[in-house]
């Protein structure tokens, strides 16, 4: 069993920074954030192997977000930088014990994994 908390949502001005935190509790193979917004399907932001720390991002957000991790603190962040208005969504922290590539776990995502409750992030002036 795994337990997810994210934390660091909120509302930000194009162009500035948000940190998202995820606390974790239990062992994981992958890890990742996805996103959704109203009306639109959940996209995989950004996803982590445990294993050998490889990374995936999306297209979408390639140069303006990283995902870090700290093992000590059992807990993975996602930096967003130059936010955009279109990267208002609900975040949400996912994790799987399993053997998932970080981009076969942001692309095809499933309701099996463990997910957080979400945050909230809003971009707007």
């Known amino acids: 069993q795994v337990q997810l908390v994210e934390s660091g949502g909120g509302l930000v001005q194009p162009g500035g920074s948000l940190r998202l935190s995820c606390a974790i509790s239990?062992?994981?193979?992958?890890i990742g954030w996805f996103r959704q917004a109203p009306g639109r399907e959940r996209e995989g932001v950004s996803c982590?192997?445990?294993?050998?720390?490889?990374?995936y991002y999306a297209d979408s957000v390639k140069g303006r977000f990283t995902i870090s991790r700290d093992n000590a603190k059992n807990t993975v962040y996602l930096q967003m930088n130059s936010l955009k208005p279109e990267d208002t969504a609900v975040y949400y922290c996912?994790?799987?014990?399993?053997?998932?590539?970080?981009?076969?776990?942001?692309?095809?995502?499933?309701?099996?994994?463990?997910w957080g409750q979400g945050t909230q992030v809003t971009v707007s002036s």
């Open positions: 239990g062992d994981y193979y992958a």
């Open positions: 996912a994790a799987d014990g399993r053997f998932f590539l970080p981009r076969t776990m942001c692309v095809f995502s499933t309701p099996s994994h463990y």
């Open positions: 982590l192997s445990s294993e050998d720390g490889s990374t």
